[in-house]
């Protein structure tokens, strides 16, 4: 397991040191269309969102980010690319926290630039290495693995350290599973600073989803990861849903209602699948912490499930409803949806 790493504040939330993973998520929209970008965030913070990064690909964009600041409620990330001019006028503008790329930024001079910067507004820094941008020297002394990707974001953070910079935030993204999670253990063993965790360029949203479970699944349950993003080519309300699943899925976020399901087989007489979703969705925005049970037959449904808060199992005519393995009810499979809803508003009003 991962010791602690260290806490460092954006905005008005903190990542590292103990704090939850936070969940990120970048804007498609161009940053300088104020009123499209607003809208996006304020979509996204709704989802889940707790950090936003926009793209500032030119003076225009930098220049807006003040006024977006004015109607959002989460830290904003300016992500820089080739221009430490640019990276200058973003933090002037406001950014809560600047995402810099060591393999484009430029050399020393560069780094220093914005450096002075980042020290005078007090933000912190992300170092993103990613496998597209390595520095020549690593590559060809490692190849494209996992020592070149933390090589050269190490490297980097040397040259902010140098300047006095010491709220740095690294990442070292890959779009390959395996390289990815060598790369963040690689990185996790040789730094205390927090870990922006996730897979880049992981593609359309059902592979995206997987890779990101795969890679990001194995380094949570490491203890490695400080804040996450699940990349999605998509709307990026999906990628705060996606994200938000993983983090239940991992236990590291329990305040939600976690619905148990089987895939059924030839022993289910009803449409338990069916109520399975429905369920699921019903309770999709809740935050309390419950454990809600739908199985596919009364063979096994109650004793499987005997650890949930509630749950329901069916036979051919008929449906039990158990609480902690015991059944409570048993009714008609015409009205078991409504029984069960009942018994599922039951609990989460309960205080």
């Not at 690909?57 to 600041?69: E, F, G």
């Not at 004793?303 to 009714?331: N, P, R, S, W």
Request: aromatic share 4%.
């Amino acid at each position: 397991m991962k010791s602690l790493s260290k806490k460092v504040k954006i905005g008005n939330t903190y990542i590292g040191g103990g704090q939850s993973v936070k969940i990120q998520s970048m804007c498609t929209t161009k940053t300088a269309d104020v009123e499209a970008t607003c809208s996006q965030i304020l979509r996204l913070e709704q989802a889940g969102c707790e950090i936003i990064r926009v793209s500032v690909l030119d003076q225009s964009d930098a220049l807006a980010i003040a006024k977006i600041k004015q109607n959002i409620h989460i830290p904003l990330v300016a992500d820089i690319h080739f221009s430490k001019e640019l990276a200058v006028k973003a933090i002037e503008s406001g950014c809560d926290k600047v995402r810099l790329n060591p393999g484009n930024i430029g050399g020393e001079s560069e780094i220093k630039y914005v450096a002075e910067c980042i020290k005078a507004h007090n933000i912190p820094v992300r170092v993103g290495a990613n496998t597209g941008s390595v520095e020549k020297e690593f590559l060809q002394k490692y190849g494209k693995n996992e020592f070149s990707l933390v090589e050269s974001a190490l490297k980097s953070v040397s040259v902010l350290e140098k300047y006095g910079v010491e709220n740095i935030v690294i990442s070292v993204k890959a779009s390959s599973v395996p390289l990815t999670v060598k790369a963040y253990r690689l990185l996790a063993s040789r730094t205390g600073y927090p870990l922006h965790i996730g897979v880049t360029e992981a593609g359309t949203e059902q592979m995206a989803v997987v890779k990101s479970s795969a890679a990001l699944g194995a380094l949570l349950v490491d203890g490695i990861g400080d804040t996450l993003r699940v990349s999605i080519t998509d709307d990026p309300v999906k990628e705060v849903l996606a994200a938000r699943r993983l983090l239940r899925a991992v236990e590291l976020d329990k305040n939600y209602v976690n619905v148990i399901s089987c895939p059924t087989c030839g022993r289910c007489m009803w449409n338990s699948m069916e109520l399975a979703k429905k369920v699921t969705e019903y309770v999709e925005n809740s935050t309390k912490p419950l454990n809600i049970a739908v199985m596919g037959c009364v063979v096994n449904g109650p004793g499987e499930a005997k650890d949930c808060d509630l749950g329901i199992a069916g036979a051919q005519d008929y449906c039990v409803i158990f609480k902690g393995g015991e059944i409570i009810k048993k009714v008609a499979s015409c009205n078991a949806e409504k029984e069960f809803f009942m018994e599922i508003d039951k609990l989460l009003n309960e205080r």
